[in-house]
């Protein structure tokens, strides 16, 4: 019983946390499109927290001190919005609070199956522990060195594990990974709260539970990436799409940029995700000079900054393995390469039942070619093209063996960016078939 208080506690715990320092309560003076809502602003502010996160890995800096800073600091916060707060939860409509107490059902929903069976999965034993774990004793990113298998992997991720780990009041392992459902429903909620032309409560409900069921696999709970990753590309999609309507485009440039600091730190691949959208969004906002040079110099200075740090954590290579190696040009045989081309192709089609969200996203993104019309359409579909490019070249350029490692990897490379297409499609689908 005092274990499930204690996670009631953790859920409450993040959502005060991450409502500021934009405040969830009073957000309409944000420039964002169409004053998205609570769960929006609380992706922004997870985006922020997550950024000094960071900072925070780099330094020796202890952790459990930092966090009673971000408690003052909270508590300053509440103090100066205190009668708002009052104010605005008084004049909060019935529907909006009834959806709020569903998100905050469906957290705990999550939080407990994930107490109930708390053991690790796979790659969190294979290697994310190792990293949360120095974390929790109170090291830096610098103590990877020559402690841990697998250094170069980014570790944001497991920053963030450790460092709600370390400061749970019961310091179990499993309430630092508490925060990934988290931010994975905020996600979800964000994505759904976009649809604007019913607001029934039901309605929203439906969707929310649709896109849930369509997109929740739990093992991945089990100390993996993957929804910190799916987090990051929802909410850079949902900017994105708005990205080419605003007038006054600073703070989209301010929160691509965050976001794509955070995907660099994630996973391995993050660094070529980032870089192929600010190559792609410079492309398309050529004519804006001042912005396409801003965001590629912000970008360039990003990607040095990590290979520079990088390299006093590791000897050798940047990556898991060589981004080139002497087994590409046995692709010079175009039947070897046919032939990994299929099996590459074979996999995906797999992937895409295992984890229906990427059937969906594929279909719906291929029946609408022909709705393709504008610079926002263009933009989408560049990035998914170059997005299953990317997936199909890090299979070809691998010494591993194929049949080996496509049916344990594909699908989470392929899952991680797939709510970055979320919000288009469902404006898509709300004008095409008038829903």
């Not at 890090?394 to 899952?415: C, K, S």
Request: aromatic share 22%.
């Amino acid at each position: 019983m005092t274990e499930i208080i204690f996670i009631i506690c953790q859920l409450f715990i993040f959502l005060i946390i991450f409502s500021y320092p934009i405040n969830v309560f009073k957000y309409s003076k944000i420039i964002f499109p169409n004053n998205l809502g609570i769960y929006y602003v609380y992706s922004l502010n997870i985006i922020i927290h997550l950024n000094i996160y960071l900072i925070i890995s780099f330094l020796p800096i202890n952790i459990e001190y930092f966090y009673y800073l971000e408690i003052i600091l909270l508590i300053i916060f509440i103090f100066f919005y205190r009668f708002r707060y009052l104010n605005i939860i008084k004049k909060a409509k019935y529907e909006k609070i009834k959806y709020f107490l569903f998100f905050v059902l469906v957290n705990l929903i999550l939080f407990l199956a994930i107490a109930e069976e708390a053991r690790l999965s796979w790659d969190g034993l294979a290697h994310w522990i190792f990293k949360a774990r120095i974390f929790f004793d109170g090291g830096n990113y610098f103590d990877f060195k020559d402690n841990i298998p697998f250094p170069y992997y980014p570790h944001l991720g497991s920053f963030t594990w450790g460092y709600f780990w370390k400061n749970s009041y019961l310091e179990y392992e499993y309430f630092g990974r508490l925060i990934f459902p988290l931010i994975y429903l905020i996600s979800i909620f964000t994505i759904s709260s976009t649809y604007k032309k019913n607001q029934n409560y039901l309605i929203k409900i439906l969707i929310t539970l649709f896109l849930i069921l369509i997109s929740l696999d739990f093992y991945l709970f089990g100390g993996y990436q993957e929804y910190l990753l799916f987090f990051l590309f929802s909410i850079l999609g949902l900017i994105s799409f708005h990205f080419f309507e605003e007038n006054k485009k600073l703070l989209s440039l301010l929160f691509m940029i965050l976001i794509l600091n955070l995907i660099i730190w994630s996973k391995q691949e993050g660094f070529f995700y980032s870089i192929i959208f600010a190559v792609t969004l410079c492309i398309f906002t050529y004519k804006d000079t001042k912005f396409s040079l801003t965001f590629f110099i912000s970008l360039l200075f990003l990607t040095i900054i990590h290979i520079y740090l990088k390299s006093f954590v590791i000897d050798e290579n940047m990556f898991n393995e060589k981004i080139f190696n002497n087994g590409i040009v046995n692709y010079i045989n175009l039947k070897i390469l046919f032939n990994d081309l299929l099996l590459i192709s074979k996999h995906m089609i797999i992937s895409s039942f295992k984890y229906p969200i990427i059937l969906i996203v594929t279909v719906l993104l291929i029946l609408f070619i022909p709705t393709i019309k504008n610079s926002r359409d263009y933009f989408f579909y560049s990035i998914f093209l170059l997005n299953l490019l990317f997936i199909v070249s890090i299979y070809l350029q691998t010494n591993m063996n194929l049949e080996d490692v496509l049916p344990v990897t594909i699908d989470r490379v392929m899952f991680q960016s797939s709510g970055f297409y979320l919000v288009y499609l469902i404006n898509k689908l709300s004008k095409n078939y008038n829903l």
